[in-house]
């Protein structure tokens, strides 16, 4: 089994301009992210995909694989599809792809190697982490995705709402109660899915949720969910960048 890792990277974020590029201790952001995705014992081939010549150069610059794509794309998602779509042109043809997100400098390759394994299975489709929520502050936190699976791992909802809703308790009871979980923003998709997933329309618990994964659930496609006990920390603003870049934990890695 052939599978390929994309690294979107866009220039124009609204928070964050030039991000991909934000230097992190001596390396820049793109640049962490691509070594740690090239250690992932799953993966043929990585490639950043973007949409700005900079980046690319940059990329260029310290060896590795990179694609131009197209500037109207809304997600990374759609980027994914379109590198998919492009190397198929060059004979290239790849039968699982894993969306690596561009703003995870410190991701561990064995948090790539889990969703890639999700695809031994012939029957998956899509695949994603959780994490178990350990805090009230992000059991709160609407920028903390949670997510309810079924016996068999996969994922029956995604909500930036605190779910399930624990009847009878107060709030400050529901961990201890009963286990909830977080999303972890990297996705895994069979080739032939990707290809029918970026085609459905908005929809609109997606447009409710800001949450692309919605528009796949609700048009019945099945995302297998693996946890992980790493910590994703991702970089949306100067500030977390700042924050990360101070740490003497970051330094170290």
């Not at 974020?13 to 390396?27: C, E, H, M, Q, Y």
């Not at 197209?70 to 042109?89: D, F, K």
């Not at 949450?211 to 910590?231: A, C, D, H, P, V």
């Amino acid at each position: 089994m052939k599978i390929l890792g994309v690294i979107p990277a866009r220039y124009a974020s609204t928070r964050f301009p030039g991000k991909p590029l934000a230097v992190i201790n001596g390396t820049s952001m793109i640049r962490r992210v691509y070594e740690q995705s090239i250690k992932c014992d799953h993966l043929e081939t990585v490639m950043v995909a973007t949409d700005n010549e900079q980046i690319r150069d940059h990329v260029r610059s310290f060896g590795g694989n990179v694609m131009m794509t197209e500037v109207t794309h809304t997600s990374g998602t759609e980027r994914c599809a379109e590198v998919l779509e492009n190397l198929r042109r060059e004979s290239e043809v790849y039968d699982c792809l894993i969306n690596i997100q561009g703003d995870e400098p410190y991701i561990d390759p064995r948090q790539i190697n889990q969703v890639a394994e999700c695809f031994i299975n012939p029957k998956t489709q899509l695949a994603t982490l959780i994490k178990k929520i350990s805090s009230r502050e992000e059991l709160s936190s609407q920028n903390v995705v949670k997510v309810v699976v079924d016996n068999q791992g996969y994922a029956l909802l995604f909500s930036r709402a605190m779910i399930p809703f624990f009847r009878g308790k107060d709030q400050n009871e529901w961990l201890s109660a009963t286990n909830y979980y977080k999303h972890i923003g990297i996705y895994g998709y069979r080739a032939s899915v990707l290809e029918k997933i970026v085609s459905l329309p908005v929809s609109e618990l997606e447009k409710a949720e800001s949450l692309e994964q919605l528009r796949w659930l609700e048009n019945g496609y099945r995302i297998m969910t693996q946890i992980t006990e790493f910590e994703s920390c991702a970089i949306d603003t100067p500030a977390d960048l700042l924050k990360i870049t101070n740490s003497s934990g970051a330094a170290k890695q």
